[in-house]
């Protein structure tokens, strides 16, 4: 089958060694499969590469969701500016580099859109000369404040391991100091073990503005949200939205907490992450009691070996509610130790987000050229508007919502071609102790649109499986959006 993929270089790395030609590699995980137009709960690592000479790639790995063990692998070779195109954002680029801590803090404080360079063969280190030391970088984080002023800017992700066949939770931190000393280290957890394989714990002695770099585009404005029903509407008008988090201005019911969870401040920035407001306060079916209505989930692997997940939700009380879940993902007999912590929007929570309009897209062919043009895309999927012809369940008063970062269009420029994009996020669950929540979209291209909702887990019977099972939802239209962060469409760059 002709298949056409569209994917966001969100992290990257870049060699350049004698023996080799230069290239740059760009790293993609977690779009969900499908298969037979259905999502199976399985995921796809994506390296994609670029070099020197004009030879491009990707290679792409399937991931089993239950084993996170390596299932099948994929690729294709072209030539750059004929069978792979590069695109870049027409405007809203980054034009200045933070120079200082304060400069750096204040910036995350604000909200602002940060990409990050870690230029690691300028840094001190202890590697013999025989190692590669490459350049990298990401548009994917969140940070924290410890005490001590030690601001540690994170990004996990997911990569293949050094033993066939097997998978890494991976995490690269980057701990800077008031004095503009950066040390960067990384964790590459094996999902089957949970050893550490980074070879290299001595980690890298950078300079904040020099070899790590933060830039920004000087000329944002963003906008703050200060209520439940402003964040509501900024999410409904697709807005790329932040938080940070004051934890001195945050109530805990807990009268301890482990010091790695009393950071001064605390950001989510997790742009493909799912985004449920649910009218209903019904979570992907799994309903509480006075649960506040929008939530975003999130995770972060901590240094220690414990996984640490963390998630939002969002209150009509004008209140972000924190559940922070602790535990060994890999022992089925360890029980999360939980921590609560409850802020108010607008003094213990501050949300932002770029002051960019959006223009709402309603067929196949604007989707498709808008992320083939390289445009920031967020679907919104009113259930309101869907149907369920298995009859199976009632999801009407709830809405979700996902950044759209990569697509997958099968059968392009012809009568059968469609579209499908999928977002998935990690969360809690008292019997599988975490789960996949996804949901996969396909558009063909008569604009009929069927959703796909999954929540991935081991469920009473020790089965791991989907608890929505064979559910699926036939849509008159799905709303997506297009943030206006070009001002021209983007030029292809071979």
């Not at 993902?329 to 029980?335: E, S």
């Not at 409850?342 to 949300?351: D, K, N, R, S, T």
Request: proline residues 5%; aromatic residues 12%.
């Amino acid at each position: 089958m002709i298949m056409l993929l569209s994917v966001h270089f969100d992290t990257w790395q870049h060699t350049e060694i004698e023996s080799e030609v230069p290239t740059v590699v760009a790293l993609q995980s977690f779009a969900t499969r499908e298969t037979d137009v259905r999502p199976d709960g399985t995921f796809v690592l994506v390296y994609s590469f670029v070099s020197s000479d004009g030879h491009a790639m990707f290679d792409s790995y399937e991931i089993e969701g239950e084993t996170g063990l390596v299932v099948n692998n994929y690729g294709a070779d072209c030539t750059a500016g004929v069978g792979a195109f590069f695109v870049e954002r027409g405007s809203h680029q980054p034009d200045t580099t933070l120079g200082t801590y304060d400069e750096l803090l204040t910036a995350l404080l604000e909200g602002r859109r940060l990409t990050i360079t870690d230029v690691a063969t300028e840094c001190e280190h202890p590697l013999p000369a025989e190692v590669t030391v490459a350049e990298g970088g990401s548009t994917y984080y969140q940070y924290y404040v410890l005490p001590g002023q030690v601001l540690v800017v994170e990004f996990p992700g997911v990569a293949l391991s050094v033993n066939e066949g097997e998978t890494v939770y991976t995490v690269v931190r980057l701990f800077v100091s008031q004095d503009g000393s950066v040390f960067v280290s990384a964790n590459y957890f094996n999902t089957q073990t949970w050893e550490d394989e980074y070879p290299y714990p001595e980690g890298f002695q950078c300079v904040l503005g020099d070899s790590v770099r933060f830039h920004h585009a000087s000329g944002d404005s963003y906008d703050s949200f200060e209520t439940y029903d402003d964040l509501d509407e900024a999410f409904l008008n697709g807005k790329d939205i932040r938080v940070s988090l004051d934890s001195t201005m945050c109530i805990s019911p807990n009268d301890t907490a482990p010091e790695v969870l009393r950071p001064i401040q605390m950001n989510c920035n997790r742009g493909e992450d799912l985004r449920a407001k649910l009218e209903c306060a019904c979570a992907l079916g799994q309903c509480v009691e006075d649960p506040p209505d929008c939530e975003i989930a999130g995770e972060k692997w901590e240094v220690f070996g414990d996984m640490i997940l963390q998630e939002y939700y969002v209150a009509p009380d004008n209140v972000l509610y924190v559940k922070v879940s602790i535990f060994n993902p890999i022992a089925p007999d360890d029980v999360p130790d939980v921590y609560l912590f409850q802020c108010v929007i607008g003094e213990g929570a501050a949300f932002t987000a770029p002051s960019f309009g959006r223009t709402e897209l309603m067929d196949y062919v604007a989707v498709v050229e808008a992320e083939l043009n390289g445009a920031k895309l967020s679907a919104e999927i009113d259930f309101n508007e869907c149907v369920d012809p298995t009859g199976e369940i009632d999801l009407r008063g709830v809405r979700v919502g996902a950044y759209l970062q990569d697509l997958i269009v099968f059968s392009p420029a012809t009568a059968e071609a469609r579209l499908f994009s999928s977002a998935f996020t990690l969360s809690s669950d008292p019997i599988s102790r975490f789960a996949y929540e996804t949901f996969g979209v396909t558009l063909d291209a008569s604009n009929n649109a069927i959703v796909f909702p999954g929540f991935w887990r081991y469920d009473e019977n020790g089965e791991w499986g989907n608890a929505f099972g064979e559910t699926f939802l036939e849509c008159m239209k799905v709303m997506s959006h297009i943030y206006l962060l070009q001002d021209k469409i983007p030029s292809s760059t071979p």
